[in-house]
């Protein structure tokens, strides 16, 4: 598509040969009278250069460059001198202009200036528009929901993502703290530094010391090599530490010495690594009443919880609920080219009748396998694994027994049932249940101890 010239010029003669020239030449060319029409002009179309004269009727077009530049940083600007002067010329380029000409320049000087400009600008478009791309996928714009439980703690994580402030999401298991963590990240200072996250349930201690910090050559066997560590991959950027509460007492000291003096000992190095990281961690645990009862440190939870944001149960926002089903299916329709799908009304009425204990999470999976089932365009009830009002029917999964109603009974049931699905896969459960294995260990351990 060829680049878009608008020029600003209250001489018709001189616009109008400007304007044929660089047709010529390919290019796309608008025109305005005055520095007011020119502005209305960027308003409705994307320009990738514009040509101004200094002297416009209504404005000065050094400082309409300086204008244009910071309403739209992508677009260059050219400045045209009736009397080409250092002064105006250093003048503009001040503003942001790319460069000035005089009127009556030949074309062997116009056209590759011109040239050079759009390239430039055209380079800035991409970035502008891979900048885009990622802040929808990554950005808040990818959280989808109009309910007030989820837009409270947006707005809290858009106030809180300009600092660098350290964050505490809470919140059930499959709420979506890994999208509001790297939301914060995407709306931070540090986002275009790296972006690091690990599940502190899901390693052993040793093998999450390492890779948190990092270790030296020879520090232990089978350490052949220095390892750098994810704090000191994170640096200029955001370490994204879920299931917090997970992390062993030993580790979580060293992790209250990088909280407050940004800097860490690698295992085997007695000298101290400076780390520039902002730290947001996860948690679907109590960690205040895990700190009262000697589970977590208490002046770590202090640190941590400088800013706390609570993100709701799915079933406390129904109403995000036919939204988010339909973003899903839309993504997994596309994955195995399916098209035009639609969520027939009984399916969506299903959904909202469901408690959703695995939340955001559960729905996905759920929309998935439907997708993958429906053999037309709609989706509908039949397609569900399970009946939402009462449980899990099909697939080794059975409805829980009515008289347990009690949470941990509740608990325990779960977790054999999927234990079970999974053929006793421990792994494989405890993705499914959206927990860390050493979490799913200490829960059979405590299981154990009660038959």
């Given at each position: 598509?060829?680049?878009?010239?608008?020029?600003?010029?209250?001489?018709?003669?001189?616009?109008?040969?400007?304007?044929?020239?660089?047709?010529?030449?390919?290019?796309?060319?608008?025109?305005?009278?005055?520095?007011?029409?020119?502005?209305?002009?960027?308003?409705?179309?994307?320009?990738?250069?514009?040509?101004?004269?200094?002297?416009?009727?209504?404005?000065?077009?050094?400082?309409?460059?300086?204008?244009?530049?910071?309403?739209?940083?992508?677009?260059?600007?050219?400045?045209?001198?009736?009397?080409?002067?250092?002064?105006?010329?250093?003048?503009?380029?001040?503003?942001?202009?790319?460069?000035?000409?005089?009127?009556?320049?030949?074309?062997?000087?116009?056209?590759?200036?011109?040239?050079?400009?759009?390239?430039?600008?055209?380079?800035?478009?991409?970035?502008?528009?891979?900048?885009?791309?990622?802040?929808?996928?990554?950005?808040?714009?990818?959280?989808?929901?109009?309910?007030?439980?989820?837009?409270?703690?947006?707005?809290?994580?858009?106030?809180?993502?300009?600092?660098?402030?350290?964050?505490?999401?809470?919140?059930?298991?499959?709420?979506g703290k890994e999208v509001f963590a790297q939301a914060i990240h995407q709306a931070s200072r540090r986002q275009q530094g790296p972006f690091v996250a690990i599940n502190?349930?899901?390693?052993?201690?040793?093998?999450?010391?390492?890779?948190?910090?990092?270790?030296?050559?020879?520090?232990?066997?089978?350490?052949?090599?220095?390892?750098?560590?994810?704090?000191?991959?994170?640096?200029?950027?955001?370490?994204?530490?879920?299931?917090?509460?997970?992390?062993?007492?030993?580790?979580?000291?060293?992790?209250?010495?990088?909280?407050?003096?940004?800097?860490?000992?690698?295992?085997?190095?007695?000298?101290?690594?400076?780390?520039?990281?902002?730290?947001?961690?996860?948690?679907?645990?109590?960690?205040?009443?895990?700190?009262?009862?000697?589970?977590?440190?208490?002046?770590?939870?202090?640190?941590?919880?400088?800013?706390?944001?609570?993100?709701?149960?799915?079933?406390?926002?129904?109403?995000?609920?036919?939204?988010?089903?339909?973003?899903?299916?839309?993504?997994?329709?596309?994955?195995?080219?399916?098209?035009?799908?639609?969520?027939?009304?009984?399916?969506?009425?299903?959904?909202?009748?469901?408690?959703?204990?695995?939340?955001?999470?559960?729905?996905?999976?759920?929309?998935?396998?439907?997708?993958?089932?429906?053999?037309?365009?709609?989706?509908?009830?039949?397609?569900?694994?399970?009946?939402?009002?009462?449980?899990?029917?099909?697939?080794?999964?059975?409805v829980a027994d009515e008289t347990a109603l009690d949470l941990e009974t509740v608990e325990r049931q779960h977790i054999r049932r999927v234990l079970r699905h999974t053929n006793g896969n421990k792994t494989e459960?405890?993705?499914?249940?959206?927990?860390?294995?050493?979490?799913?260990?200490?829960?059979?351990?405590?299981?154990?101890?009660?038959?």
């Open positions: 598509m060829p680049a878009t010239i608008l020029l600003i010029d209250d001489e018709p003669r001189l616009r109008q040969l400007l304007a044929r020239i660089l047709q010529l030449e390919g290019y796309t060319v608008l025109e305005a009278e005055t520095a007011r029409a020119g502005l209305k002009t960027l308003e409705r179309e994307e320009v990738q250069l514009v040509i101004s004269d200094v002297k416009l009727p209504d404005k000065n077009g050094i400082d309409l460059s300086g204008q244009i530049k910071q309403l739209y940083p992508a677009t260059e600007v050219i400045v045209l001198t009736a009397y080409g002067t250092i002064a105006d010329g250093v003048s503009a380029i001040k503003n942001g202009a790319f460069d000035y000409i005089t009127k009556g320049d030949d074309n062997d000087k116009i056209i590759p200036l011109v040239s050079r400009a759009v390239e430039k600008a055209n380079l800035q478009f991409r970035i502008k528009q891979l900048e885009e791309q990622v802040s929808r996928r990554y950005g808040f714009e990818r959280i989808v929901g109009k309910s007030k439980a989820i837009q409270q703690a947006i707005d809290l994580a858009r106030k809180v993502a300009v600092t660098d402030t350290t964050v505490l999401l809470t919140g059930e298991t499959g709420t502190c349930g899901a390693l052993g201690k040793d093998i999450l010391e390492s890779e948190l910090f990092g270790h030296r050559a020879g520090a232990f066997t089978g350490a052949n090599r220095d390892q750098k560590g994810l704090f000191a991959e994170a640096d200029k950027g955001t370490i994204f530490l879920d299931e917090i509460g997970e992390m062993p007492l030993d580790l979580q000291a060293k992790l209250l010495r990088v909280l407050e003096t940004h800097e860490f000992l690698r295992v085997g190095d007695t000298k101290p690594t400076k780390t520039d990281v902002r730290v947001v961690a996860a948690t679907n645990r109590g960690l205040e009443q895990e700190a009262n009862a000697g589970h977590f440190r208490l002046d770590l939870y202090y640190r941590l919880s400088v800013f706390k944001i609570e993100l709701p149960p799915l079933r406390d926002r129904r109403d995000d609920i036919p939204d988010l089903a339909e973003q899903f299916a839309r993504q997994d329709a596309a994955k195995i080219g399916k098209r035009d799908i639609r969520l027939s009304p009984a399916f969506v009425q299903k959904l909202q009748q469901n408690p959703w204990k695995g939340n955001i999470r559960e729905l996905k999976n759920i929309i998935e396998r439907a997708v993958i089932l429906a053999d037309s365009p709609e989706l509908t009830p039949d397609l569900l694994p399970y009946d939402p009002a009462w449980g899990v029917t099909q697939h080794g999964l059975t459960a405890a993705r499914l249940l959206g927990i860390g294995l050493t979490s799913l260990y200490r829960k059979l351990g405590e299981m154990d101890a009660l038959t």
